[in-house]
């Protein structure tokens, strides 16, 4: 288990993450906003190894224009490895000598390619991303979620839920990882559904778009949501909220992922098409150059469950700290509540059914 548990996460990618013939190879970026970078390291299972080579990212640079206080860092590692292969890999930014900020990740196992990838189609429908870029992306929200799992003790050898699962994204891993853990998927979508039971197992169920859901009350003693709540607008998010508190056993946890203030200015830090400047500020209720989110905004419509989701269900929604917790707290005790938690992207909530 890492020792950084307790840095922060933040945004980042490992585009490259491979270990083959005994060498490692590391390359992505790592950004945090507010604050650049003095250093950046690496750690491989706990020992610092390098030297980690900083490299040009015109690419992420232009994607982050709008943040004028920082700047992404590019960085690349190359390392023959003397042992066996690794199980983690940390990526730390430093300020002023004193880790501020990590990236981090689980090694890629021989067997995460088996089961086959899901088809392209679905796995675009969650996360506009196919084939090796999909697995990472799934291993690293599993990185994330045990991480957060391991630093507040919370148990992972129980009953577990994927609600909203997709086409087991996550899923997947928690079942190659946790041979000891019950683990239940479900999602509206039933082609997904179809897919994870033939391909995953048993234990994937279609659900419907409102609860309630066929499972007992207290059925599960974790409950995990990687971008639901980020599609669901208001009333129906606090319908689902009820329900899962009903299906968590008391003293279970809740870990969902929203998308909060971080995310909200990377989607508008610029006007969309047809969109002034002024409508945007007066849709967000600050200035357009550095929009700040107050409250929800889950108007915008999502159309990648057309056809699978109710007409005007599927929404592309942001929601603030404050409100996520304020709303939470009327289910569940906040634990924590850790700023780009999730894929350095998504904000992720840690919540508890009072015992």
């Given at each position: 288990?890492?020792?950084?548990?307790?840095?922060?996460?933040?945004?980042?990618?490992?585009?490259?993450?491979?270990?083959?013939?005994?060498?490692?190879?590391l390359?992505?970026?790592?950004?945090?906003?507010?604050?650049?970078?003095?250093?950046?390291?690496?750690?491989?299972?706990?020992?610092?190894?390098?030297?980690?080579?900083?490299?040009?990212r015109?690419?992420?640079?232009?994607?982050?224009?709008?943040?004028?206080?920082?700047?992404?860092?590019?960085?690349?590692?190359?390392?023959d490895?003397?042992?066996?292969?690794?199980?983690?890999?940390?990526?730390?930014?430093?300020?002023?000598?004193?880790?501020?900020?990590?990236?981090s990740?689980?090694?890629?196992?021989?067997?995460?390619?088996?089961?086959?990838?899901?088809?392209?189609?679905?796995?675009?429908?969650?996360?506009?991303?196919?084939?090796?870029?999909?697995?990472?992306?799934?291993?690293?929200m599993f990185?994330?979620l045990?991480?957060?799992?391991?630093?507040?003790?919370?148990?992972?050898a129980?009953?577990?839920l994927d609600?909203?699962?997709?086409?087991?994204?996550?899923?997947?891993?928690?079942?190659?990882?946790?041979?000891?853990?019950s683990?239940?998927?479900?999602?509206?979508?039933?082609?997904?559904?179809?897919?994870?039971?033939?391909?995953?197992?048993?234990g994937?169920v279609?659900?419907?778009?409102?609860?309630?859901?066929?499972?007992?009350?207290?059925?599960?003693?974790?409950v995990?949501?990687?971008?639901?709540?980020?599609?669901?607008?208001?009333?129906?998010?606090?319908?689902?909220?009820?329900?899962?508190?009903?299906v968590?056993?008391?003293?279970?946890?809740?870990?969902?992922?929203?998308?909060?203030?971080?995310?909200?200015?990377?989607?508008?830090?610029?006007?969309?098409?047809?969109?002034?400047?002024?409508?945007?500020?007066?849709?967000?209720g600050?200035?357009?150059t550095?929009?700040?989110?107050?409250?929800?905004?889950?108007?915008?419509?999502?159309?990648?469950?057309?056809?699978?989701?109710?007409?005007?269900?599927?929404?592309?929604?942001?929601q603030?700290?404050?409100?996520?917790?304020?709303v939470?707290?009327?289910y569940?005790?906040v634990?924590?509540?850790?700023?780009?938690?999730?894929?350095?992207?998504?904000?992720l909530?840690v919540?508890?059914?009072?015992?």
């Open positions: 288990m890492s020792g950084f548990l307790e840095v922060p996460p933040c945004p980042g990618s490992m585009d490259v993450l491979t270990v083959a013939g005994g060498h490692l190879s390359h992505g970026w790592i950004f945090q906003p507010g604050r650049a970078f003095d250093a950046v390291a690496a750690h491989v299972d706990g020992e610092r190894v390098g030297p980690v080579r900083l490299v040009e015109p690419d992420v640079a232009h994607a982050f224009a709008w943040a004028d206080d920082a700047r992404p860092a590019g960085f690349a590692l190359e390392l490895l003397a042992g066996p292969a690794p199980a983690r890999v940390d990526v730390i930014g430093s300020v002023a000598g004193t880790p501020a900020a990590r990236l990740c689980f090694m890629p196992l021989p067997d995460d390619a088996h089961p086959p990838d899901p088809p392209d189609a679905l796995q675009e429908r969650v996360s506009a991303l196919h084939g090796p870029a999909f697995r990472a992306q799934g291993l690293r990185t994330d045990v991480d957060q799992t391991a630093r507040l003790g919370i148990p992972t129980g009953r577990i609600w909203g699962c997709g086409c087991g994204r996550v899923t997947r891993h928690f079942l190659a990882r946790m041979p000891g853990a683990i239940t998927g479900c999602d509206i979508d039933g082609e997904a559904i179809d897919w994870c039971a033939g391909h995953l197992g048993a994937f279609r659900v419907g778009p409102m609860p309630p859901t066929p499972f007992a009350e207290g059925a599960f003693d974790l995990i949501a990687c971008s639901v709540l980020t599609h669901l607008p208001a009333d129906v998010q606090e319908a689902w909220l009820a329900e899962i508190r009903r968590l056993v008391p003293g279970g946890h809740f870990l969902a992922s929203t998308q909060g203030e971080y995310a909200f200015r990377l989607a508008h830090r610029a006007p969309e098409p047809g969109k002034t400047r002024a409508l945007v500020r007066r849709l967000v600050s200035s357009a550095a929009p700040r989110l107050d409250g929800i905004v889950d108007a915008t419509l999502d159309p990648a469950l057309d056809g699978i989701a109710p007409a005007g269900y599927y929404r592309g929604v942001f603030s700290r404050a409100y996520t917790t304020d939470c707290s009327r569940f005790d634990v924590d509540y850790v700023e780009r938690g999730l894929n350095g992207h998504q904000d909530v919540l508890r059914r009072p015992a």
